[in-house]
């Protein structure tokens, strides 16, 4: 099995679709995003709390641990009776999503590890590689999952979460070119690696979508 055809046969727009086209997938698809954001949310205030801490900071930790919150709600809009944490059963292969998160974690840290021998600016710029990696994919999904939402006339929306993530995705890469004289290349090859991990993250839930 080629590459190429594991990424047709499994593309973004058309996995989506068929997991909304059914109400229990969707709502499971839904809380397993909410995971994913309270993972990001935990982690930012995991490593992020110093004296350092600063605005960007605290709105970063405060605006995923809300989008948590709204995939969680929208899994309730989908299904009334949804249950409310993330076991397994819960979500749309929860192992698969959380070692997409960790491996990308291990990933970054090893990069800037060999550059970056000072621990604060070392911790500091793992956590800007690692969100604006995961935020980045996250607009190509979330775009094209909004744009299904939308044409299906769903009552939910990912236009103000969107809105959102764009803007940490500005301030995140203005930190990281202050503090990275190769942030450029830097990132393009985590992103080269990330597309790796993605893949295989979403091989499995465009296997589940065909339940
Ligand atoms: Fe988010
Ligand atoms: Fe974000």
Do not use: C
């Amino acid at each position: 099995m080629g590459h190429a055809t594991e990424t047709t046969n499994h593309s973004i727009p058309e996995v989506l679709k068929a997991i909304v086209s059914k109400e229990m997938n969707h709502a499971l698809w839904l809380n397993t995003l909410s995971l994913l954001e309270h993972i990001g949310s935990r982690k930012i205030l995991l490593t992020q709390s110093s004296e350092d801490t600063s605005e960007m900071i605290l709105r970063h930790a405060t605006e995923e641990a809300r989008h948590a919150l709204f995939f969680k709600k929208a899994a309730r809009t989908i299904q009334p009776e949804f249950r409310s944490g993330y076991q397994n059963s819960s979500l749309v292969r929860g192992t698969a999503a959380r070692i997409y998160f960790a491996k990308l974690d291990t990933l970054v840290r090893r990069n800037l590890k060999k550059v970056f021998t000072d621990e604060r600016t070392f911790t500091y710029l793992a956590y800007l590689y690692t969100t604006t990696v995961i935020e980045k994919r996250a607009m190509v999904v979330y775009n094209a999952y909004d744009e299904i939402l939308n044409q299906s006339g769903s009552p939910i929306r990912l236009t103000n979460l969107i809105l959102e993530e764009e803007g940490h995705l500005s301030e995140m890469s203005a930190e990281m070119y202050r503090l990275d004289p190769n942030a450029e290349q830097r990132l393009a090859l985590l992103e080269a690696e990330e597309a790796k991990i993605f893949a295989r993250f979403w091989r499995q839930i465009g296997e589940f979508s065909l339940n």
